[in-house]
């Protein structure tokens, strides 16, 4: 079952996916075999919060169709543009082609419009489509006045949904089971219904939610004989991005890849993600591993009947890797943290598989001194129940040694852990159980043992979250993230420094004013500046650019740099140094020629204050 046939001289590169919720076939559920399609059904003014969703979405992979009455739909507020529809909804040829249907409406029920989603209740051609997506049995998600656009098209008969207080009376939702919204409230999923309030908030939440209403489609097993390798051969493309320091890229195949994870190797690197194309059903892990001037030496698809995403990567002692991430093929239900080791040859030596009878994700991974491995992630007793922050020792061989939980009142999430010299384990995600209010940015020191020395959160009363942090040879904490800045901007890119005690030395937020901007992973560069990168809203209203910043060891901004295409969306989410001053950077990118979205690497030349 794990037998390599090692692809050579090509270039690949890789992302990670949400894991499913195992459950029975669905007739007329929708074929995820070719990926996941996702259409978003626009009313006017569309709010800030439908990028957020779109960027997520994209994330993961998920092709994505917007379409409203007009071929513009204007927007809400100055936290984003009037965006021009890929199809009006008078031209759409029907749902077949799509897996899921959001609606999208103006944030703040009631607060813009006095009548929100009117031109969508008073369409009948919005109204039969959404008929049409219920009797087919796509996923249908909506937030707060989104309910009535429901209502009004008489999908709420008998159904559990979550209800903003402005209208939980309204006489088009008096056939359904209103349970009141807010931000105590997870998102609710019933059957091919997914419904919450708050949607900057749950922004994180509310695509794993749906992801999970897709899994009616992916019965599962529950073993890990489940899960089949095979070789994945990639088409490459050469980008023309407008840097003289970087030469980039695309490699994919007919469905979409996308690289979350990145580690350097002694003779190149290997690049971790999620691709559509595996011998699974749905998104499958994909591994690549490269030599120094990146040449695929062997790309590997791993899956399943579910979702499988790769998030993390890190070397063994013997030049193998193992990856984390999550599974909805294999485990106890849900999505669970999977582990998997794979040789110098790309063979799959073994697979675990932690969690319970809730949602249990893998995000982050660093090799330890003895052989063995740390793992973060978050863990839930529930698809109802709020996560929380998991943190998990492994010996060499996957076998668990210990875990942590951080049980806080609110939502915890793990995305990052790195390893001090001392052996002690920071790890950054997001907490909702801070005091900035709403999600703050969370960072957790542990001894060697797994017991907690210090936790800090920090954030204003918006939108704060970590993605990645590095420790300095100081011991100092450096951590990226995004975040909101005090209401005026959606988001904002995030450095914040710690003391190895947990003090916080300083915050720097960049990008004021310029709608959209993710920091996705840092390193320590050889004179001590941080260098982050990420992406930032383009020239469009819907597209990303990659995007690089490098600040000093006080916050003072050293340059910044934009890349991208006009014509299409970037994003770089990981990001390695395999030699003084050469750097990988990895992500996903629509300006390939493969499919929908391809995997996109960079080679990076970077002296260490020069802007590339």
């Not at 077949?96 to 009548?115: E, L």
């Not at 209403?213 to 004989?225: H, I, K, M, N």
């Amino acid at each position: 079952m794990w037998g390599v046939n090692p692809l050579r001289r090509a270039f690949v590169v890789v992302t990670t996916v949400l894991c499913c919720l195992a459950s029975s076939s669905v007739i007329g559920s929708p074929d995820l075999s070719d990926g996941t399609s996702v259409l978003i059904l626009l009313a006017e003014p569309y709010g800030a919060n439908t990028m957020l969703w779109l960027h997520q979405f994209e994330r993961l992979g998920w092709n994505v169709t917007l379409t409203g009455l007009d071929d513009t739909v204007r927007n809400c507020s100055t936290l984003c543009r009037p965006v021009a529809v890929d199809v009006a909804l008078d031209r759409l040829e029907g749902v077949a082609p799509y897996d899921a249907v959001v609606v999208s409406t103006t944030p703040g029920t009631f607060s813009y419009m006095p009548v929100p989603a009117a031109d969508l209740r008073n369409s009948d051609v919005a109204l039969a489509l959404l008929r049409e997506a219920d009797a087919t049995d796509l996923t249908l998600y909506t937030s707060c006045a989104g309910l009535l656009v429901l209502g009004e098209a008489g999908v709420l008969e008998g159904r559990t949904v979550v209800c903003h207080p402005r209208i939980d009376e309204d006489p088009l939702l008096l056939e359904a089971d209103c349970r009141m919204g807010g931000q105590s409230q997870l998102p609710i999923i019933d059957g091919n219904l997914v419904t919450s309030t708050s949607g900057r908030f749950f922004a994180q939440e509310i695509p794993e939610a749906i992801a999970r209403s897709l899994d009616r489609a992916a019965p599962t097993s529950g073993a890990v004989q489940a899960m089949h390798a095979a070789d994945l051969p990639l088409q490459h493309t050469l980008l023309a991005l407008p840097s003289p320091a970087a030469s980039s890229w695309s490699l994919g195949t007919e469905g979409a890849e996308g690289i979350l994870g990145l580690c350097p190797m002694e003779d190149g690197f290997v690049a971790v993600g999620y691709t559509f194309s595996g011998p699974g059903g749905s998104a499958d892990l994909l591994v690549i591993r490269c030599d120094r001037e990146g040449h695929v030496v062997w790309a590997r698809a791993i899956g399943g009947p579910g979702r499988d995403y790769a998030q993390g990567v890190c070397p063994t002692e013997d030049g193998g890797i193992v990856v984390v991430g999550y599974t909805t093929s294999a485990g106890e239900g849900c999505e669970d943290v999977c582990l998997l080791a794979l040789g110098v040859d790309g063979n799959v030596e073994w697979v675990r598989t932690f969690g319970g009878a809730g949602p249990d994700m893998g995000f982050g991974i660093v090799a330890m001194e003895d052989g063995g491995f740390a793992v973060c992630g978050n863990t839930a007793a529930g698809v109802d129940v709020s996560p929380d922050l998991l943190v998990m020792r492994t010996d060499a061989s996957g076998g668990e040694t210990w875990r942590t939980t951080i049980p806080r009142p609110g939502i915890e999430r793990g995305h990052g852990i790195t390893c001090g010299a001392n052996g002690d384990l920071y790890v950054t995600g997001g907490t909702t159980s801070g005091s900035g209010g709403n999600y703050d940015v969370l960072v957790v020191s542990l001894s060697p043992n797994g017991e907690i020395l210090w936790q800090s959160d920090y954030g204003f009363p918006w939108f704060d979250v970590g993605h990645e942090l590095v420790v300095s040879p100081s011991g100092d904490i450096f951590v990226t993230g995004y975040g909101d800045q005090e209401g005026a901007d959606i988001n904002n890119v995030l450095i914040v420094r710690y003391a190895p005690t947990g003090e916080r030395l300083w915050a720097k937020r960049i990008g004021e004013g310029r709608e959209f901007e993710y920091g996705d992973a840092i390193l320590q560069m050889s004179d001590g500046s941080i260098l982050v990168c990420g992406a930032e809203t383009s020239g469009s209203a819907t597209n990303l650019d990659l995007l690089f910043l490098c600040v000093s060891q006080d916050g003072e901004l050293l340059w910044e740099a934009s890349l991208g295409n006009e014509n299409a969306s970037q994003w770089a989410t990981a990001m390695c140094q395999i030699s003084p001053g050469r750097i990988v950077v990895a992500g996903h990118t629509r300006s390939g020629d493969s499919g929908s979205h391809d995997a996109l690497l960079l080679m990076l030349e970077v002296a260490a204050q020069a802007d590339p």
